[in-house]
C-alpha cells in the first residue's frame, strides 16, 4: 500500500481496512465469501485484493483436501503473517527501541540498540530503520504497513479532532524523516504516555482503562489511560508526577520549580542521596545489588522515597480514581525495598474508599514498553478506521471491529 | 413519546430522533422536504410525525404568504418551542434544583427549593416534579421528553458501554422513582460531577475540552472534564479533590483519611478556623461581611487556605494538564480574598511550562450548575443517539448532528 493523499486514496485505504478487518475476523476466505461479507462491487473488490497481494498483505492458497472434479476449486485469502501493520518506535534519550506486530495483530518481534545522546535525528531514523529490518529474523514485509506510531522525550502536543492529521506542519523534525523513509502516516506522543498506553493496552494493567504509570528513571515522569484512551491534557502536558511539588523548600528541579518529585526520585537524586548517606553506589544495579545484601543505609533511604512517591499517587488517585497503578523505570528493579514502602503510602494516604480498590503493579514491558504502546496508538487512533465512510452493511462489521479493538 | 423498551421502541426512538434532528437544523420543514432529508418511507414518516404531533414535540403551521391557487399549500413542521427535550436535578443534599432544555436545545428555565436533609426520596421527587412543573410558567410539555440526568451527593458507578443502560438494576433509589414519575429514562451521576459538567459545557468553562471544577462548600469536592467528557474514574472515585492529603499530622476527616483537604478548606473548617482566631461568623455570608470591611484575621485566614488549595490544584494540574480550572461553592463567594492566594500557590508550584497556559476562574453558573449538567450528560451520553441504526444517507446527518453536541 502506498500512501498517497486524497478521498480517493483515503477510501481506497478505507476498503483495504475493511478487507483485511474481514480477514482478520474470519480467518481464510474465498473471493466470493469476501464479497458477500464486504459488499463491493467485484469490480471494486478484485482491484483492491489485486493490490494487497501485490503489495503483500494478502496471499493466496490453493485450497486443501477440496474435492476435484466440479470445476476449478476456489483459491482462499489468508492475511500474510510476515506482514507488518503497524510499527512502533521508542526514541529514548540514548536508545531507539522498536516492534512491529503484523496484520492478525501478533506481536512480530522487538529490538533495541543504544546510541549516544547527540545522535542527530537523521542518524537515528537510521537505525531505527535498520532495527526495523532485523524484526522477524529479516522476513518482515512493509508493503502492508498502515502506519508508524513513535514516541519521543519531551511534551509533543496533539492535534485536535478536526485537523487534519495529514497537514503538511509536523509536529517534530522526527515525523517527516519517518514519513518519507516508511512513506506511511505518523503518529507521534511523548514516549512516556506511550509506555503508559502499551502497559494498559500489552503489559501489567492489560485490559484496564484507567491506569496511572509512574516512570522512575533519569527523569520521573509518567501517563495516564483515561477510559481506555491515552489522555494528553489540553497542551500535551498530562502525567507529569515528577514536577508535584514535595516540598516546598526542597531542592531546585530541571523544570524550573522546587522540591519537585523528580528531585527525591529519579536515579540521580537517590544515588547522590545513598552517598551523601555513606552508601556507595555508581549506578541502579549497584544500589540493587546492595539493597539484596540488606544494607540499611539504601533500605532506609528508598523507605523515605517510596512513602514520598506514595503520598504523590495518593494525591492523584483521589483525583483520577485509577482501578491500576504500574511502576516502571530502571529504579523499579529496587523491587519490595521501593514498592513496600510505596504501597503503604498510597494506602494509608488515599480516601478509605478507595483504599482497596486500586491495585499497584510493578510495569512488565521493560524497554520495549514506549515501542509496544505506539503500536497500540496506531490499532486504536488509525485515522483510517475512523474516516471510513459508512455503509448500510459495512458500518456494523467495521464498528464491531473497531470496539474488539478497544476494549 | 413513550418509552417501551425493546429493539422496535428503540428503532422507533431512533427514528423520531432524527426527525427531530432535522427540524432541529434545517429549521421548519414541509412533509416533502422532510421526507427527502431522513430518507424513511412515506408510511414510517407520517406514522412517526403523526406521534410527534400527538405528543406535543412538533407543531404544524400553515403556510405563510404562500402563492393561492395551485392545489393546498403546503403545511409546514416545526419544533414546538414549548417541549422539554431534557430535564436536569440536582438532588443536593437539603435543595432540590431543577433545569429544562426545549427541542432546539435552549434553556427553558430552572427553578430550585431547599429542603429538611432527611426528606424522604419519595417526597423529593415529589418535589423535583412539582419544580419541573412550575417552569416556563407552566407551559412546559413533558411529551417529548428523551430523557433525565440527576445528579445526587456521593460516589455513582457508571455502566461500562456494553451495559444495557436501560437494564432493570437501577444504581440508586431515585432511578427508578423518577423513570416511573416522568416515563423516560434517567441517566445518572454524582452531583459534583454533573457540576463540573455544567461548567465545562454552559458555565465558567464553556467549550473547554479538559476543565478540572473545584467546589468548596460542606465538603470539598469537584469533578473532572477529559477531551469534552466527564471522567468517572475506575469506581465512579474521580474528583475527590477534597480528600488529598494536605498534612498528614492534620485533623481527622470524615472519610477516615487524616489531614484532607477538606479538614482545611471546607465552609465549617473556614468558619470554625476564623472563630478559633477570635473572628465572629456563623456562616459564608457573614465572613464575605468581614471580608468586604478588610477584616485581617479572616484576609490572614484565606490566604492561607487558598495557598493550601492552590498547591493541591497544582498537583493535579501537572497530572491532567487542564485548559482551565472553575472553582464554585458558597466559599468562592469570598472571592479575591480566597481566590488570588489559591492563584498565587498555583503558579508558583505548577511546572513552569504550564504556567501561562491554565487559567483559574470563578464559576458562573450557581446553584443551577449539576442541575444544566445534567441536561449536557442527557444531551451528550443519550443511548438513543448512540444507538441509531446509521443508514447509507442517514448517518452523516446523524454524525454531524452529533459532533455539533460534541464540540
Not at 542527530?120 to 529474523?137: F, I, K, P, Q
Not at 523513509?181 to 482503562?209: Q, S
Amino acid at each position: 500500500m502506498s500512501h498517497p493523499r486524497g478521498p480517493l486514496a483515503q477510501l481506497r485505504r478505507g476498503h483495504e481496512e475493511l478487507v483485511l478487518g474481514l480477514l482478520r475476523k474470519h480467518g481464510p476466505l474465498s473471493r466470493g465469501e469476501l464479497g458477500k461479507l464486504c459488499q463491493l462491487s467485484r469490480t471494486t473488490l478484485y482491484d483492491i485484493l489485486a493490490g494487497l497481494v501485490a503489495g503483500g498483505a494478502v496471499v493466496t492458497t490453493g485450497p486443501q483436501d477440496a474435492p476435484r472434479g466440479r470445476g476449478r476449486p476456489a483459491e482462499t485469502l489468508t492475511l500474510n503473517p510476515e506482514a507488518g501493520q503497524a510499527i512502533g518506535i521508542d526514541f529514548a534519550r540514548r536508545a531507539v527501541h522498536v516492534a512491529a506486530v503484523n496484520l492478525a495483530h501478533e506481536i512480530v518481534g522487538s529490538a533495541s540498540e543504544p546510541h549516544d545522546a547527540d545522535l542527530s535525528w537523521e542518524r537515528r531514523v537510521d537505525l531505527a530503520e535498520r532495527l526495523v529490518g532485523s524484526l522477524n529474523d529479516g522476513g518482515l514485509r512493509l508493503g502492508a504497513l498502515s502506519a508508524i506510531g513513535a514516541g519521543v522525550v519531551g511534551p509533543v502536543g496533539w492535534p485536535e479532532p478536526e485537523d487534519d492529521l495529514e497537514a503538511d506542519e509536523p509536529a517534530h523534525p522526527v515525523q517527516s524523516l519517518l514519513r518519507e523513509r516508511f512513506g506511511a502516516p505518523v503518529l507521534l506522543d511523548n514516549n512516556t504516555r506511550l509506555a503508559a498506553l502499551g502497559e494498559a493496552i500489552w503489559g501489567a494493567a492489560a485490559g484496564g482503562r484507567d491506569v496511572l504509570y509512574l516512570r522512575l528513571s533519569h527523569g520521573v515522569g509518567g501517563g495516564l489511560v483515561v477510559g481506555g484512551a491515552l489522555h494528553r491534557g489540553a497542551y500535551g502536558l498530562s502525567g507529569e508526577f515528577g514536577h508535584i511539588t514535595v516540598d516546598p523548600d526542597g531542592a531546585p528541579c530541571g523544570c524550573g520549580g522546587t522540591g519537585c518529585l523528580e528531585t527525591v526520585a529519579s536515579i540521580r537524586a537517590v544515588l547522590d542521596a545513598y552517598r551523601a548517606a555513606g552508601g556507595r553506589a555508581d549506578d541502579v544495579p549497584e544500589l540493587v545489588k546492595a539493597i539484596r545484601a540488606g544494607d540499611g543505609t539504601a533500605l532506609t533511604l528508598l523507605k523515605g522515597v517510596g512513602g514520598t512517591i506514595g503520598g504523590v499517587l495518593a494525591a492523584v488517585c483521589n483525583a483520577i480514581g485509577p482501578s491500576v497503578i504500574v511502576i516502571g523505570g530502571e529504579l523499579a528493579e529496587t523491587g519490595p525495598a521501593l514498592i513496600e514502602p510505596v504501597e503503604r503510602a498510597l494506602r494509608a494516604q488515599v480516601m478509605p474508599v478507595s483504599r482497596h480498590r486500586v491495585s499497584l503493579r510493578r510495569a512488565t514491558l521493560g524497554e520495549a514498553a514506549g515501542a509496544l504502546g505506539g503500536i497500540a496508538l496506531v490499532l486504536h487512533e488509525s485515522p483510517l478506521l475512523s474516516r471510513y465512510p459508512a455503509g448500510p452493511d459495512l458500518a456494523p462489521d467495521l464498528l464491531e471491529d473497531t470496539k474488539q479493538r478497544h476494549p
